[in-house]
């Protein structure tokens, strides 16, 4: 299967747009075919308005942004694509006929999957030039912030398709997850139809409004999904002995059973019901007030679950792990993808997030910390203090700071924080951190740190890995002739000067 540099997109509504805003934003070049010229216009402001939360996704090094293209013509698409993901509306016979289409003017290497929700690789591959290239690729919207795909093969569908589309998804940043057997909606949405049945019936019933059945996930069950699924969350449940006691316990309540099976009447009452109801949880709140809210938020909890290495947080590691790699790789061997060449080490380049202000309009304290932390996860990854480094049982801990606050670092303002390395030796790393106002280099903060190399099992100082501390040296001699920076060695209450 040939390699992934332009993605050629089928339907460029919602989803459309969502896999464009991802793709783009990974450096992937996007070809977007529409039957109407008007969404053109439309997909470049869905991928205008997808960036600020993209951009605060990860501070590890992008490549350079891909470029949009935009065409009526479904052949042009699909003749320049090197992987095809179809967006159009949920209706068999039409995919079945696009997609055949389609099939007839991709290369013979090329990858054709499909968004649909519901439908089945095998009914969508009927008429396809080559259906052993054909699964469906579900993903979940928004699709440039939430990194679940769901691969199904067809019947024809060769296991080599399913792996390199894996490949490719993986490189975007998701979780490819393959759906053994094809089912009528997948895993997620059957699981999510369950779900909404229920909503259905008890509203209908008068049970509970809308907002009511959604505190009933948002401030309980939700919380515990988005790190261990409901499985995990049961056999914590279950105490000591887990699913066992679990299925004891509660396993005769399924006969009764609590639920129905099937949905009730879609009736002018109950859509009124499910339409009144979420239009007073909007509060009068406009769709793009809620979906910048809702981005912002799930870009929050990925940060968070990074920190546990678990779930999307997972995800959100490996593929800055790989951004790391490629950025190193990029760079030529031996300099560790940094330049010291005389010159401080521009290690982190961000904007100051609305996240990070205090109430004084300012970048809260705390946050110049995370800052230097990001800086020296940076320089680390840099001379192979990486994932596998830390697997070992080794790792540098921060055991000194000091910050000096020069001026203020409003919202939203790009900044850089560089790094000058002051001193090593067999187990302590000595780094001075500047931040600097990025449009006119004006100087808000420093840090001075001492990290000292440890085995974390013996819980005590180590030397570091000969290598790791050859690469830390070259970069201290190319900085050898800079002169020490005014703040450095300060102590608090020092006076100026
Ligand atoms: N909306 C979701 O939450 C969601 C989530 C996952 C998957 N999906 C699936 O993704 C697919 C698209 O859903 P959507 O919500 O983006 O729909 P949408 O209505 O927002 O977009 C569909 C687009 O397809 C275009 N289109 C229609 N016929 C076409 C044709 N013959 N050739 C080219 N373009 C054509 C339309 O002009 C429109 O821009 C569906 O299969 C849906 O089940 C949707």
């Known amino acids: 299967m040939r390699q992934v540099k332009t993605l050629g997109l089928l339907g460029t509504g919602v989803i459309g747009g969502g896999w464009a805003a991802r793709a783009l934003h990974f450096g992937i070049d996007v070809i977007a075919a529409d039957v109407k010229p008007s969404m053109e216009a439309w997909i470049r402001g869905a991928v205008a308005n997808a960036e600020p939360a993209l951009a605060r996704l990860t501070s590890a090094p992008l490549p350079p942004k891909g470029k949009l293209s935009f065409t009526t013509d479904l052949n042009v698409m699909a003749s320049q694509a090197d992987f095809i993901q179809e967006n159009i509306p949920e209706q068999l016979e039409l995919k079945q006929r696009m997609l055949a289409e389609v099939s007839r003017h991709a290369a013979s290497d090329v990858i054709i999957a499909s968004s649909t929700s519901g439908l089945t690789p095998t009914d969508l591959a009927r008429d396809l030039v080559a259906p052993e290239r054909f699964l469906v690729a579900h993903p979940f919207n928004p699709v440039y912030l939430l990194p679940l795909v769901e691969l199904v093969g067809g019947a024809a569908t060769a296991p080599a398709t399913i792996e390199a589309a894996a490949v490719f998804f993986r490189y975007i940043g998701m979780h490819a997850l393959h759906v053994r057997r094809e ?260 100087l808000l903060a420093t840090g001075e740190q001492m990290h000292l190399h440890v085995d974390a099992k013996a819980a005590k100082a180590a030397p570091t890995d000969a290598r790791v501390r050859e690469k830390l040296e070259q970069m201290a001699r190319a900085h050898a002739e800079l002169p020490l920076p005014a703040a450095a060695g300060r102590h608090v209450g020092q006076p100026k000067g």
């Open 183 to 442: 089912v009528p909606g997948h895993l997620t949405d059957r699981l999510q139809e369950a779900l909404w049945r229920e909503i259905l019936h008890m509203v209908n019933e008068g049970v509970a409004t809308t907002g009511e059945l959604d505190e009933s996930i948002v401030y309980g069950p939700g919380l515990r999904w988005a790190a261990m699924g409901t499985n995990m969350i049961y056999h914590l449940a279950g105490g000591e002995s887990g699913m066992r006691h679990m299925l004891a316990q509660f396993g005769p309540c399924l006969k009764w059973p609590w639920t129905k099976l099937e949905a009730p009447e879609l009736n002018e009452t109950l859509i009124d019901r499910m339409v009144e109801g979420t239009q007073a949880q909007a509060g009068g709140r406009s769709i793009r007030e809620l979906e910048r809210l809702r981005d912002d938020y799930l870009v929050a909890i990925q940060q968070v679950l990074r920190q546990y290495d678990i779930g999307a947080g997972a995800t959100l590691r490996a593929l800055e792990e790989r951004l790391y790699v490629d950025a190193r790789a990029g760079a030529g061997p031996g300099d560790g993808g940094l330049h010291a060449e005389g010159q401080p080490l521009p290690l982190v380049s961000t904007v100051v997030r609305p996240e990070w202000v205090d109430y004084n309009g300012h970048m809260s304290d705390f946050r110049y910390g995370q800052l230097f932390g990001d800086a020296m996860d940076a320089l680390y990854r840099a001379v192979g203090v990486d994932a596998a480094y830390r697997a070992s049982g080794f790792m540098f801990y921060t055991v000194e700071s000091h910050t000096t606050h020069v001026a203020e670092a409003k919202v939203s303002e790009p900044i850089t924080v560089s790094t000058q390395i002051l001193g090593v030796d067999d187990k302590r790393l000595r780094v001075f951190h500047t931040v600097r106002r990025r449009a006119d280099g004006k």
